[in-house]
């Protein structure tokens, strides 16, 4: 299985994919399956993606999971089937070390990266933490949610890019956060999927804007992102989760061509 470094390291990027959340079995092997081959054929590193649990909803009746024990087990079938490794995120201290069985990387979400238990717990599994910046943070309060994974004895930090809020309803990317991160001496991950969330709907449902993800995707690769995340989904309007921002997954092998084709030229 590929290491951090070989992962952050890679050129010309790395890709983090998968289904917003685990779904079921069948359908997360599924994903993995068609991503793997897409991006062994491309010369991609690549990591899958899946929520075990959904903590951060808009309704009571929002979907959260398939459950814990399940889900995770699930991820590790992923693991181990196609020698890849995993990420998932956590969200409260506990679950730390509850998903370290299961996975490689430990993700913070954006509305927790402030949280130093949390980010300390993730650190002293010893596996890789993923930081999402906040929608209220510019790049600079990030150098100090990486140093308490550094200081907690773990240097295997990844921080990701995911808009900023703008107004109450929509998000904006600034680009030049993903520079400012990069200066931290970190790799750093734009999160083109989730940066077109729509949030705070009338209807209790995040929306989104999938047509943009092709430009987020481009401008990361030109400023020099290390990796990009992209939920994907072989039908996203039928996904329990963030359907409305997710990329349909026959489209994702196109988008990769071409951003390997941007990478390459620069």
Same mark, same amino acid.
């Given at each position: 299985?590929?290491?951090?470094?070989?992962?952050?390291?890679?050129?010309?990027?790395?890709?983090?994919?998968?289904?917003?959340?685990?779904?079921?079995?069948?359908?997360?092997?599924?994903?993995?399956?068609?991503?793997?081959?897409?991006?062994?054929?491309?010369?991609?590193?690549?990591?899958?993606?899946?929520?075990?649990?959904?903590?951060?909803?808009?309704?009571?009746?929002?979907?959260?999971?398939?459950?814990?024990?399940?889900?995770?087990?699930?991820?590790?079938?992923?693991?181990?089937?196609?020698?890849?490794?995993?990420?998932?995120?956590?969200?409260?201290?506990?679950?730390? !070390?509850?998903? $370290? *069985?299961?996975?490689?990387?430990?993700?913070? %979400?954006?509305? #927790?990266?402030?949280?130093? @238990?949390?980010?300390?717990?993730?650190?002293?599994?010893?596996?890789?933490?993923?930081?999402?910046?906040?929608?209220?943070?510019n790049a600079t309060g990030m150098k100090y949610a990486a140093q308490?994974?550094?200081?907690?004895?773990?240097?295997?930090?990844?921080?990701?890019?995911?808009?900023?809020?703008?107004?109450?309803?929509?998000?904006?990317?600034?680009?030049?956060?993903?520079?400012?991160?990069?200066?931290?001496g970190f790799p750093v991950v734009m999160d083109v999927t989730h940066?077109?969330?729509?949030?705070?709907?009338?209807?209790?449902?995040?929306?989104?804007?999938?047509?943009?993800?092709?430009?987020?995707?481009?401008?990361?690769? !030109?400023?020099? $992102? *290390?990796?990009?995340?992209?939920?994907?989904? %072989?039908?996203? #309007?039928?996904?329990?989760? @963030?359907?409305?921002?997710?990329?349909?997954?026959?489209?994702?092998?196109?988008?990769?061509?071409?951003?390997?084709?941007?990478?390459?030229?620069?």
């Amino acid at each position: 299985m590929i290491s951090y470094k070989e992962l952050t390291e890679s050129r010309p990027f790395f890709l983090m994919a998968g289904p917003c959340a685990i779904e079921g079995e069948e359908m997360a092997l599924r994903i993995a399956e068609r991503v793997v081959k897409v991006t062994s054929k491309l010369g991609i590193p690549y990591v899958f993606k899946g929520s075990f649990q959904k903590a951060n909803r808009s309704r009571i009746d929002s979907f959260t999971g398939i459950g814990d024990e399940k889900a995770l087990k699930i991820l590790g079938k992923v693991r181990s089937a196609f020698d890849i490794p995993v990420v998932t995120d956590i969200h409260e201290t506990y679950q730390a !070390a509850m998903a $370290a *069985d299961f996975v490689d990387i430990l993700q913070i %979400p954006a509305f #927790l990266c402030r949280q130093t @238990d949390l980010i300390v717990a993730a650190a002293k599994t010893g596996k890789v933490v993923n930081i999402k910046k906040g929608q209220f943070l510019n790049a600079t309060g990030m150098k100090y949610a990486a140093q308490k994974v550094v200081d907690s004895g773990n240097d295997k930090v990844i921080l990701t890019e995911r808009g900023n809020s703008f107004g109450y309803g929509d998000l904006v990317v600034d680009f030049t956060n993903i520079t400012q991160m990069k200066s931290f001496g970190f790799p750093v991950v734009m999160d083109v999927t989730h940066s077109l969330q729509q949030p705070n709907s009338a209807t209790g449902v995040t929306g989104g804007k999938p047509e943009q993800i092709e430009t987020i995707a481009k401008a990361a690769i !030109a400023v020099g $992102a *290390d990796g990009l995340f992209v939920e994907t989904h %072989p039908e996203p #309007l039928k996904a329990k989760s @963030d359907g409305a921002n997710m990329l349909r997954l026959d489209l994702l092998e196109p988008l990769l061509i071409k951003l390997n084709r941007l990478a390459n030229a620069l």
